[in-house]
């Protein structure tokens, strides 16, 4: 792969973080959490960014809600076109202890607008990003088991048509405290998984399952996994974005770099390029669009923590 450009398009708060990346009715579209920093101190704000060209970008929505941490905004487009808004609503009232946790959506038709954040599924749980297939969003949720943050999480499947009444799938046997999870799905319609795990060994799965997706094939991978995004390459293949927590590159902390990996069918990524980053980073929104890959991600390297856009053009072997 070759980096065409990196800009940074976002720094305004004391910590950018969390973006993702939609091409939606002709202009980009950026969403990310605005706050003091990565946990702690005011509650964070959903901002969502457009630009026409991907070079100059404008507010275009500032979210808040009171006594909440609106955390890791995710985008989709809806069936019926509108812009969806899944993020954590979390509760630290000041402090950098979790005391409550619920997701919320919140809908939009022109971008600027948008509705009041809904809760939605129960108590304790995040569904962290939503991909629709079909005309169905799918997406899972994980929380903590009643022993307590040391304790087991349960990984669900949901699935909704309307952005707002979810109904459970399945549980989904990944073990090693799951959290993360990004689903896609093949040219087949079979769904794909890659779930960040916090306990065990630490490294991320990669999952598989066919209509109706009750029934799973998992694979242990080679990588740790940090704030894991997928998307399916022209030639059928699989790109990942992760922050790497086993970087090549000399003087590269683990845990504080932005890394592109191809990811096969048995679990297992390599690295591919690792873009400009540093400290706490990545959690990467990625999109393919017109024969350019285009990641919007946060880094801290030149300072506070930042949102960036890097493009990328895939070689030809």
């Not at 069918?265 to 669009?289: E, F, I, K």
């Amino acid at each position: 792969m070759e980096v065409l450009d990196v800009r940074r398009i976002w720094d305004r708060a004391p910590h950018n973080a969390f973006p993702d990346l939609v091409h939606w009715r002709a202009r980009w579209w950026c969403s990310l959490r605005e706050g003091d920093a990565h946990v702690g101190g005011a509650d964070g704000a959903a901002r969502v960014l457009s630009s026409a060209d991907g070079r100059v970008w404008e507010p275009a929505a500032r979210i808040t809600e009171t006594d909440t941490d609106l955390r890791d905004p995710r985008l989709s487009v809806m069936p019926d076109g509108r812009l969806m808004m899944v993020c954590g609503g979390s509760v630290y009232l000041g402090t950098k202890q979790l005391k409550g946790r619920r997701p919320r959506v919140l809908f939009s038709t022109d971008g600027a607008r948008w509705t009041v954040p809904r809760p939605i599924l129960s108590e304790g749980e995040w569904l962290w990003r939503v991909t629709w297939h079909d005309g169905v969003a799918y997406g899972t949720a994980f929380a903590e088991s009643p022993a307590g943050p040391t304790g087991e999480r349960a990984l669900v499947l949901y699935r909704c048509r309307d952005g707002e009444t979810w109904e459970k799938v399945v549980q989904l046997a990944v073990p090693g405290r799951p959290s993360e999870a990004t689903l896609r799905f093949d040219d087949a319609g079979r769904m794909v998984a890659v779930v960040r795990r916090e306990g065990g060994d630490r490294m991320g799965w990669l999952g598989r399952a066919a209509p109706p997706y009750t029934a799973w094939e998992w694979h242990p991978g080679n990588r740790r996994f940090g704030g894991p995004n997928l998307l399916a390459m022209p030639d059928g293949s699989w790109l990942l974005g992760t922050r790497d927590y086993a970087p090549t590159q000399p003087g590269v902390k683990p845990g504080e770099a932005m890394v592109l990996a191809t990811l096969n069918a048995a679990g297992a990524t390599a690295p591919v390029v690792t873009l400009p980053s540093g400290g706490d980073c990545s959690y990467p929104g990625l999109a393919w669009h017109e024969g350019v890959l285009w990641v919007a991600y946060y880094s801290s390297h030149e300072g506070k923590a930042a949102i960036y856009l890097a493009r990328v053009r895939l070689n030809e072997p």
